[in-house]
């Protein structure tokens, strides 16, 4: 009789999230299904509450460590875990819940709690800035066949990484108007495709839920002189940056070298 071979462990968590990401893995229908054959599924409670393991092969966390009992799981996790992967854009870039960093996140607390004094209410950190994190899938919510590709990839010790294209490429492939060129704020040109342009198929702005390209200081400093040469101001045009947590790597990038050095 053959020797039964342990399967790798994945494990996939959800912090504070919509769980949006984890439903598009499950939205992968069979094919998820044909993964499990050649995985422990040792975590995932959208599917089943499991036990607490002392290991995982990969890990996969989804949302935001907003709370302390958010933050001590996530330590623990990358404590016990080989490969630690981000899910979507909440992990990476703080997500939608980052809107509350730009603003008096203490007394917006109380506008929508009536126990705000006792209210744990923290500043929204990234993932990548509490843990260290081996591989990241942005999105919001995630393109499920990256997740696909990631796994097979680690199963099979290959290297595993996103193509550095903007969004405008897929959009234009799709042959959208430009509404950049209507006078709209689309951060297409700086925002990291592999989307392929959904939002602007319906004819709605590219907010960079899947992130700011690599070394784009250039660009984002051109694409907002464009956007205020159509009247927008700054203030306005960062405004639609937080919605998806991308406001900090813009204003990182319009800051002075003399400042760079400071921060
Ligand atoms: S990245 Fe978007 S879809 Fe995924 S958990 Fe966060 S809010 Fe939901
Ligand atoms: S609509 Fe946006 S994403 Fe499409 S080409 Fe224009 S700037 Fe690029
Ligand atoms: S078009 Fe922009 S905002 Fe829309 S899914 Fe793609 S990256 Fe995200």
């Known amino acids: 009789m053959l020797k039964k071979t342990k399967k790798p462990s994945v494990a996939i968590f959800g912090l504070t999230s919509c769980e949006g990401c984890q439903f598009a893995i499950l939205d992968l229908h069979e094919k998820f299904l044909e993964l499990t054959k050649y995985i422990d599924l040792d975590e995932f409670r959208l599917i089943e509450d499991e036990k607490e393991r002392s290991h995982y092969d990969i890990a996969f966390i989804e949302g935001n460590p907003v709370t302390t009992e958010n933050l001590h799981i996530l330590k623990r996790i990358r404590k016990i875990s080989d490969v630690v992967v981000v899910l979507g854009n909440c992990a990476d870039l703080g997500g939608v819940w980052e809107i509350k960093n730009y603003h008096d996140y203490k007394k917006l607390g109380c506008y929508v709690y009536k126990t705000c004094k006792t209210l744990e209410n923290r500043e929204v950190i990234e993932v990548p800035k509490a843990i260290k994190v ?29 193509f550095q294209n903007p969004v405008c490429w897929e959009c234009q492939i799709n042959k959208n108007p430009c509404l950049l060129q ?37 660009k984002i400093k051109n694409l907002i002189k464009i ?34 050095k400071k921060s």
Do not use: T
């Open 182 to 218: 209507q006078g709209k704020i689309c951060l297409g040109p700086i925002a990291l495709a592999g989307c392929n342009a959904v939002c602007l198929n319906s004819r709605q702005e590219c907010w960079a839920c899947r992130g700011i390209l690599d070394q784009a200081d250039e």
């Open 134 to 162: 081996d591989l990241v899938i942005p999105g919001c919510p995630i393109n499920a066949q990256n997740f696909l590709d990631l796994v097979y990839s680690v199963l099979n010790k290959k290297p595993w990484g996103l």
């Open 227 to 260: 956007m205020q040469n159509h009247g927008w101001s700054l203030a306005e045009i960062l405004e639609k940056m937080e919605f998806f947590g991308a406001r900090d790597r813009i204003e990182a990038a319009l800051q002075k070298p003399e400042d760079k």
